[in-house]
């Protein structure tokens, strides 16, 4: 009897505390919902004015609003990937077929890139659209050519750095960027798919070796380390992006965010969700972060309060939080939600979403690509489409995890 009655007791228990769990999970706001489905019906009309503009074999990048004119690459570029795979998120929330026709179409494009040993921007390419395109339509022939892509993503693993190499330009030796950190989701998907442990051990050696040398104290995040090939030693600390060699560059923070938020996901180690939480507060606790909560373009960019603002960095971190706060506890949790509600209501506004029609059919304006290169300045970009268009859609499958 004793037995069956503690055999009760811990059954109940157990009872109470999931259904505890299932209370305290984070619930979405109503009107938050509704006004997310009407970004994203207009999104899609959008995107099929962007898909009348863009010619066949190119993909879009910006969009210059003075000469009406818009901007492609070829599928070479680190951005090919965010076209198709925010089409493939849009037909995921509406089910128009045009949408995927154009999606597939443009994926095939991609294909060749699977082999290309040449960037470190595979995640981005091909996990972005192909991992989209495997999640929703289970085709067997694009788990193969992630395979390939995580294959020759590997290639440019030094085990001495522990890192895998960002350019191959001069001047640098062996730079790494904090932007690399989203490229390994490509790697965790292939130890899954795969059952090869390699991709998993190049993954995490390269997220240590970047949270030990890319962070400073406050948690703010160097843009570039260079490496010494012979030894793994730090030549410099440098930025190619942001204002100056110790500032913030917004979007690069944004990138820390996410990245170590989806490796405590895809590892489950509690480090690297520290790290996440870490990064999260710093950026929420920075004087210079808007009351709005859309960036500018850098944290300590010298003209702010007239500083750009970047909407590419708010999409990015907005993404981030949503998933941060399903693995923190609900208090914390819910101040990661509240802030990624301010970024997705205000840049629901028309400052920065526009008509449908209008922006060359992009979803989002006045964002910076690289200003010190006088390259996309206030201007539209698919990956802030892109990771508006996730965060939304993570948004609304709040509560149901």
Not at 90 to 97: G, I, R, V
Not at 168 to 175: A, G, M, Q, V
Not at 342 to 371: D, E, T, W
């Amino acid at each position: 009897m004793y037995r069956i009655l503690t055999s009760i007791l811990v059954i109940c228990l157990l009872t109470n505390a999931a259904d505890a769990q299932k209370g305290n999970r984070l619930q979405p706001k109503p009107a938050l919902l509704r006004l997310i489905d009407g970004n994203l019906r207009q999104a899609v009309n959008q995107y099929k004015v962007l898909m009348g503009r863009v010619p066949p074999g190119r993909m879009p990048k910006t969009y210059n609003a003075n000469t009406d004119k818009l901007e492609t690459s070829d599928v070479a570029w680190w951005t090919s990937g965010f076209y198709p795979g925010t089409l493939l998120y849009l037909y995921e929330f509406s089910n128009d077929t045009a949408l995927l026709r154009e999606a597939q179409s443009r994926l095939k494009l991609l294909v060749q890139e699977q082999f290309d040993k040449g960037t470190h921007d595979l995640g981005f390419m091909m996990y972005c659209s192909y991992g989209n395109g495997l999640r929703l339509l289970s085709d067997p022939g694009y788990k193969d050519i992630l395979l390939n892509s995580a294959r020759s993503l590997s290639t440019r693993f030094n085990p001495t750095v522990g890192c895998i190499r960002s350019w191959d330009s001069k001047p640098w030796h062996y730079p790494v960027i904090i932007d690399n950190m989203m490229n390994l989701e490509l790697l965790f998907w292939a130890t899954h798919a795969s059952g090869d442990s390699s991709f998993y051990r190049i993954a995490v050696t390269h997220a240590n070796t970047t949270m030990r040398n890319h962070f400073r104290p406050d948690y703010s995040s160097f843009h570039v380390v260079d490496y010494d090939t012979a030894d793994g030693s730090i030549i410099a600390k440098k930025t190619a992006q942001g204002y100056s060699d110790s500032s913030a560059w917004a979007r690069g923070q944004s990138w820390g965010l996410y990245g170590y938020t989806m490796v405590y996901r895809s590892t489950h180690d509690p480090k690297y969700l520290a790290q996440a939480q870490h990064i999260a507060h710093f950026l929420l606790t920075l004087p210079t972060l808007p009351a709005d909560k859309i960036p500018y373009w850098d944290y300590n960019a010298p003209d702010i309060p007239r500083a750009l603002r970047d909407a590419s960095a708010a999409a990015v971190m907005a993404s981030a939080l949503i998933e941060l706060s399903h693995y923190v506890q609900p208090g914390e949790g819910r101040q990661y939600l509240d802030v990624a509600e301010q970024i997705i209501v205000n840049l629901s506004a028309n400052i920065y979403k526009p008509v449908v029609g209008s922006n060359g059919g992009f979803i989002l304006r006045h964002s910076v690509g690289n200003l010190p290169a006088h390259s996309e300045i206030d201007a539209p970009l698919t990956y802030a489409d892109y990771y508006f268009v996730e965060a939304m859609l993570r948004y609304k499958q709040l509560g149901g995890r």
